[in-house]
């Protein structure tokens, strides 16, 4: 369900060429994960799909773009999520809660690489029985090139 629902919101969005012409779209292409942006002029929202090895997680992302230059963004924000996984000895669910700090670096007008820090709060549940489960903090490392479409990011306006 949570599958239809992300590829529903990604094709709603690529289908409205207003946004796409507006500026703030873009696909990201991240170790693990996919993901869709739209940024406004401060702020900007992401959808993301992560999957490895039996684990799949489905986040939303908040972002406050603090900072801003010709080439470089600097942003903060939350994430939440939801993670089902399936693997060899354990099948489950849970969640997932993250602050992050970042930046965007501008190659051009249409690509960039984003890298950010997270300290993860995560929290999973056995399906089989409930009364197992893992819960705590990591930190996560995202790294991820950005194809961009449209017009006027903050890095387009140095290289149009």
């Given amino acids: 369900m949570k599958?239809?629902?992300?590829?529903?919101?990604?094709l709603l969005l690529l289908s409205m060429p207003s946004i796409g012409l507006a500026g703030g779209l873009s696909i990201g292409l991240g170790y693990p994960y996919v993901s869709i942006k739209y940024d406004f002029p401060v702020m900007a929202i992401e959808g993301r799909f992560v999957t490895e090895s039996g684990v799949k997680a489905y986040s939303g992302r908040g972002y406050w773009n603090y900072y801003s230059s010709d080439q470089l963004k600097g942003f903060t924000g939350l994430e939440g999520g939801y993670i089902n996984f399936?693997?060899?000895?354990?099948?489950?669910?849970g969640?997932?809660?993250?602050?992050f700090l970042g930046g965007e670096y501008f190659m051009n007008k249409?690509?960039?690489?984003?890298?950010?820090?997270?300290?993860?709060?995560?929290?999973l549940k056995h399906d089989a029985d409930s009364s197992v489960s893992v819960q705590g903090f990591d930190l996560v490392v995202n790294i991820a090139l950005y194809v961009h479409?449209?017009?006027?990011?903050?890095?387009?306006?140095?290289?149009?």
């Fill in 3 to 10: 599958k239809v629902i992300f590829l529903i919101f990604i």
């Fill in 86 to 93: 399936d693997t060899l000895e354990t099948k489950g669910t």
């Fill in 95 to 99: 969640y997932e809660g993250a602050v």
């Fill in 110 to 123: 249409w690509l960039s690489v984003l890298l950010d820090l997270a300290p993860t709060y995560m929290s």
């Fill in 149 to 160: 479409f449209g017009g006027n990011t903050e890095g387009d306006k140095k290289n149009e």
